[in-house]
């Protein structure tokens, strides 16, 4: 009797090992940990596995969809995350999502994580440039967030050379982060609890990352794995980075290229008409533009000019501002400076809605 009772033990055991052993095998594993004294979920993707794919998950321009909705696209991924970052007021995402070579939307704020046609994932500055003057030739995927929080095992922390400037950065909060292995595992974690961005560091330090970098975090944390929301997002999203099976992730990056590239030709159509001096059809033609595109700062510049000189001046002053937001978000600042300077000669009363702009070209109350 005792011997069968050590066998079933052993048995148990084995099946148990075996068990871990398979799971530690699979490209896409989901664990929940404590480390540096914070509690963590965290998804470990084998980026060398030819089974698995990693695609962005891109809500239409101009559009915030819930978490499940952006989930649901397609087949539906296996594993999820939050992406980058977006202005909550008009669903416009301000950073890089890059697919297939294709950039799907733009900024120039903070850092980029990369992951080669050779599946090579790294992390690099993007140097205040703009995605449209960046060759993404050869990048299978990339999504620019930051601050960057490990380059080579170190931590480098400096939101202000990224160009971040919002002071809570730096505070304790719950969020969302991904970094890679020098074995070339990407970590995909959210804190179950507050954290600084350098204990965030510290914790991809403990789970041996070479490089890492802060996503969008606080209310915007999300996560997902096999079917379950690990982490619920407290709003809606305009994207994700998904993990796929090889083969099933819908490919949207073709389709959006393709609205963009439609979009522009409206605006270059429109600004042909503007110069001609037909305002109803140069109007038309940029409003056709931004609907497509309405994170376009330019459209909303042109557009601007166009209601001014067909004396609709609070409309023209109002699309002198949305232009100005939308360079200030991606650190334009001389021309967001001169964008608003346009919309307040026009409409003076408006100073009191944007602050932040009476103030940095000296109005005073």
Not at 171 to 195: C, D, F, H, S, Y
Not at 257 to 279: E, N, R
């Amino acid at each position: 009797m005792g011997k069968l009772f050590i066998m079933k033990q052993l048995v148990a055991i084995f099946l148990l090992l075996s068990s871990f052993a398979l799971a530690q095998n699979e490209p896409v594993n989901f664990s929940n940990r404590t480390v540096q004294g914070i509690a963590i979920n965290l998804i470990t993707v084998d980026l060398n596995s030819q089974e698995i794919d990693i695609r962005p998950i891109v809500a239409p321009a101009g559009e915030a969809v819930s978490f499940q909705g952006l989930i649901n696209q397609g087949e539906g991924p296996y594993a999820a995350i939050t992406g980058t970052f977006f202005d909550p007021a008009t669903a416009i995402t301000v950073g890089n999502v890059v697919s297939n070579g294709r950039l799907m939307t733009e900024g120039s704020v903070g850092s980029v994580m990369t992951i080669g046609e050779d599946r090579k994932a790294s992390v690099r500055s993007l140097e205040g440039k703009m995605g449209r003057h960046i060759d993404w030739t050869g990048t299978k995927f990339a999504i620019s967030a930051g601050p960057t929080l490990l380059t080579d095992g170190q931590a480098i922390i400096a939101p202000s050379s990224e160009g971040f400037r919002d002071p809570g950065l730096y505070g304790a909060r719950i969020r969302a982060a991904m970094g890679v292995t020098p074995e070339n595992k990407l970590l995909l974690l959210t804190t179950r609890q507050p954290v600084t961005l350098h204990g965030l560091a510290r914790i991809f330090q403990d789970l041996g990352a070479v490089d890492a970098v802060n996503l969008d975090g606080g209310s915007s944390t999300a996560l997902y794995h096999a079917g379950s929301t690990i982490t619920r997002p407290g709003r809606r999203l305009t994207n994700l980075i998904g993990i796929y099976a090889a083969g099933s992730a819908p490919d949207q990056s073709r389709e959006l290229s393709g609205q963009y590239a439609q979009a522009y030709k409206h605006y270059l159509k429109g600004v042909k008409l503007f110069k001609q001096g037909s305002l109803l059809h140069a109007h038309s033609q940029v409003r056709k533009a931004l609907s497509m595109a309405p994170d376009r700062p330019p459209y909303w510049e042109t557009l601007g000019e166009i209601l001014e000189l067909d004396r609709q001046l609070e409309e023209a002053a109002r699309s002198f501002l949305k232009a100005a937001e939308l360079y200030a978000q991606r650190s334009q600042d001389d021309k967001a400076l001169a964008c608003a300077a346009s919309g307040f000669r026009l409409a003076p009363d408006l100073r009191s809605e944007y602050p932040q702009f009476a103030t940095l070209l000296g109005y005073r109350e």
